[in-house]
């Protein structure tokens, strides 16, 4: 049983430019949400989605915008790169209604230079 | 709002020896579930161990245990017989309530970086 994949794993990417990363979520999930971990910190959510529409936003600017498929698999897109943006990106997979943990996938990292 | 605070950022703890991650929380909500994580050098987020905030008993996962004080609104975990494959980051967080949208996210603490010795 195939976990969370992201991808790629490791992304340079210059200032002003746009980045789409990638996630399937674990067989069986429904929901799909992406975090955001800058380098020390913990994770910060920005965004849910199930049913291919965004259910759910954190802080982030509208640079930050998503996507979910019909297989559940979503792409988080960034557009107007800043060097803030350098982060540790993961997608978590969980079934809607589920009370218990998320599944993370193991992040795509994106350095913007 | 919910929050999360782990004031140890870096705990040392002897191969064997038991070590004990502390995490207190913050929430006005009757309903919340709590979640450890680890984070190797890796990046990915593995799944440890939940706690409900009506669940009795203290969650175990093998060597694995959540310390659930409610009152104290703390859920520190304690790992037993650490090894050296135990070195690494470790998360606290919490599943916010549902809200009316009837979706939840995670809040995460800034984390423990745990070192395992021989």
């Known amino acids: 049983d195939a976990g969370v994949t992201q991808s790629p794993t490791h992304l340079i990417k210059t200032r002003g430019q746009q980045v789409t990363l990638r996630c399937s979520p674990k067989?069986?999930?429904?929901?799909v949400s992406w975090y955001q971990q800058a380098l020390g910190q913990g994770p910060q959510f920005i965004f849910q989605?199930?049913?291919?529409?965004?259910?759910q936003r954190g802080n982030f600017p509208d640079r930050f915008s998503g996507h979910q498929f019909p297989n559940y698999s979503s792409e988080l897109n960034v557009n107007a790169l800043l060097l803030g943006d350098s982060a540790l990106y993961l997608c978590?997979?969980?079934?809607?209604?589920?009370?218990?943990?998320?599944?993370f996938g193991q992040g795509t990292r994106l350095t913007v230079v | 709002a919910q929050k999360i605070t782990q004031t140890q950022p870096g705990m040392f703890v002897q191969e064997k020896e038991a070590v004990t991650l502390d995490c207190t929380y913050d929430?006005?909500?009757?309903?919340?579930?709590l979640f450890w994580y680890k984070q190797p050098s890796s990046g990915e987020m593995i799944f440890l161990i939940y706690?409900?905030?009506?669940?009795?008993q203290n969650a175990t996962e093998g060597r694995y245990s959540l310390n659930f004080q409610k009152a104290r609104k703390s859920a520190n975990l304690v790992i037993s017989a650490s090894q050296l494959g135990d070195s690494a980051m470790y998360f606290c967080?919490?599943?916010?309530?549902?809200?009316?949208?009837?979706?939840?996210?995670?809040?995460f603490g800034t984390g423990t970086r745990l070192l395992v010795s021989p």
């Open positions: 967080a919490m599943r916010e309530p549902r809200g009316s949208t009837g979706f939840q996210k995670l809040v």
């Open positions: 929430t006005s909500d009757q309903s919340y579930g």
């Open positions: 989605y199930y049913e291919e529409e965004e259910r």
């Open positions: 706690q409900g905030s009506y669940d009795e």
């Open positions: 978590a997979s969980s079934l809607f209604g589920g009370q218990r943990e998320a599944f």
């Open positions: 067989s069986g999930h429904d929901t």
